[in-house]
């Protein structure tokens, strides 16, 4: 059974080439994934991105539950509204899923986890929430539509009711408000993004979701397809659950100690496994990589370093690079020169910092070594 | 991106190669329309080596899309005598005239009969539309 979102007959009236993706059949590009991806690097584009897991959270201890539940610190979240960027760990600090967590009041959180990781998702935080008598309620009622580019925010903010513009213009990077928006139907307005640029994400109810697309689409919003919404995620330097970190990984081997909190005394699934890797030596490291030559660098592809082997996990073309990059996943130590085997050719590739792309612009030594 | 016409005079593979046998009796090889659409934006292709022998069903060379890498089957046996340079630096050639300006090789057969065990626009059409469900 392949589940559809409430905008897949306009995907399919645009002429949507469709694919399965986490049990959605979803869009990959419209016309030339290429395009999609420099309409959003340079103006405004617009993603269905309803297959995506709305979770409500609510109860008296839904703050301190969320303490045990991920590894960023949900106690950075003081105002209502604010966002937080969090992985999901087991006990053994394997990441269950990366997800964004929305503090709304002291009994409700929202969350929005990975579509294709849904089941388990829900699954593992149910188990957990029985302890803190906290009700876990998934939203299918909702779609969402990722509004992303430099030009993004105000063509959105244009279509709101004149009195809410200014609260939506104000609104800061990794925060929402619920508002009211075009013809009144309610929206969720997340200022995050998965593309490297800045923009909206927008919770909408399904009865309206076919109504705020069109409305986007003539204000000049471009529809993308989740082709370009992989290669700008790559860009920027954002992981993918399921290609760059799983269960068998931990945030310290993803590039994700950014989001570890391991502040005193909390106590979070997965803590101790961390520390003892941390203490004991991280064995493996995700790095960034440049090819220079031509081809493309692509998941699954052994990597060849000084040290020992590795692969490249997301992997491709960066249209707004014009050449191949790719994170991996190699032995910690000194990698010296590193080669990528494709197709029994070992081409040489530069071992790089990322994000590749920021603001719509390649990242210092990128492009030139 | 709705599919070109199938030019009348090219044969096929069922791999998605066309073939077109040129007044010198040489063979021109490329990818059709149809599958440069379902492999989205090209942006490398590996082309063989001029002088090289190739045999029938051989993966010759490669096309890469954003999405994929797809291997190009020689459709006959016979040397490979040019390969589209133009493609080396433009690949999205084969997107904009697969059937034309985006030729991937030209080769020699060494057999002319094996030309016959290919498919027709016709029979290719048919392929071409089953690969759509």
């Known amino acids: ?369 | 991106m709705s599919d070109k016409e199938i030019p009348g005079d090219l044969k096929f593979q069922k791999t998605h190669e066309w073939v077109r046998v040129e007044q010198d009796g040489t063979v021109t090889v490329g990818i059709s329309d149809h599958a440069q659409g379902a492999l989205g934006d090209l942006v490398y292709v590996e082309l063989p080596e001029v002088g090289s022998s190739v045999q029938a069903g051989n993966g010759v060379a490669v096309v890469e899309s954003v999405k994929a890498a797809s291997d190009i089957y020689a459709p006959v046996s016979g040397e490979i005598t040019e390969v589209n340079t133009v493609l080396s630096d433009k690949p999205e050639t084969i997107n904009e005239d697969a059937f034309g300006d985006g030729w991937i090789f030209k080769m020699k057969l060494d057999d002319k009969s094996e030309l016959d065990g290919l498919l027709t626009a016709d029979e290719y059409a048919e392929v071409a539309e089953n690969d759509d469900h």
């Not at chain 1, 992303?148 to 009195?163: C, H, M, S, T, V």
């Open chain 1, 1 to 369: 059974m392949t589940d559809k979102t409430e905008l897949n007959a306009s995907h399919r009236e645009l002429g949507a080439r469709m694919v399965d993706f986490g049990g959605w059949d979803m869009p990959i590009a419209y016309g030339s994934q290429i395009e999609e991806h420099h309409s959003v690097r340079k103006d405004a584009g617009m993603f269905d991105v309803s297959h995506m897991t709305v979770v409500d959270l609510t109860g008296e201890r839904t703050r301190e539950f969320l303490r045990k539940l991920v590894a960023n610190n949900v106690d950075k979240l003081t105002k209502s509204g604010k966002a937080l960027y969090t992985c999901m760990l087991d006990e053994t600090g394997g990441v269950i899923d990366d997800l964004i967590v929305y503090f709304l009041r002291e009994d409700f959180f929202r969350l929005v986890v990975n579509a294709a990781t849904r089941a388990k998702d829900l699954a593992w935080i149910e188990k957990q929430a029985v302890a803190f008598g906290i009700t876990v309620r998934e939203r299918p009622e909702f779609g969402m539509v990722a509004v992303q580019g430099p030009n993004a925010r105000e063509k959105l903010i244009g279509l709101l009711p004149e009195d809410i513009r200014e609260k939506a213009r104000k609104l800061g990077k990794f925060a929402a408000i619920e508002c009211e928006g075009p013809n009144g139907m309610p929206l969720f307005l997340a200022r995050t993004g998965y593309t490297g640029e800045d923009g909206f994400e927008v919770v909408v109810p399904n009865t309206r979701v076919v109504e705020l697309w069109n409305l986007l689409r003539d204000a000049g919003v471009a529809p993308a397809g989740l082709g370009a919404r992989d290669t700008l995620r790559l860009e920027a330097g954002m992981n993918l659950y399921g290609q760059d970190m799983d269960e068998t990984v931990t945030p310290w081997e993803a590039s994700l100690a950014w989001t570890i909190s391991l502040d005193e005394g909390r106590d979070f699934i997965g803590r101790e496994a961390l520390e003892k890797q941390k203490t004991d030596g991280v064995p493996r490291v995700m790095v960034g990589l440049v090819m220079d030559e031509k081809g493309v660098l692509r998941h699954g592809q052994k990597v060849l370093a000084a040290n020992g082997e590795g692969e490249i996990l997301s992997g491709g073309f960066a249209p707004t690079l014009g050449k191949s990059v790719a994170f991996a996943r190699l032995p910690a130590g000194d990698h010296g020169e590193v080669r990528v085997d494709i197709r029994g050719r070992e081409v040489p590739v530069r071992v790089v910092k990322f994000p590749f792309v920021r603001d719509g612009q390649p990242m210092p030594g990128i492009v030139d070594g």
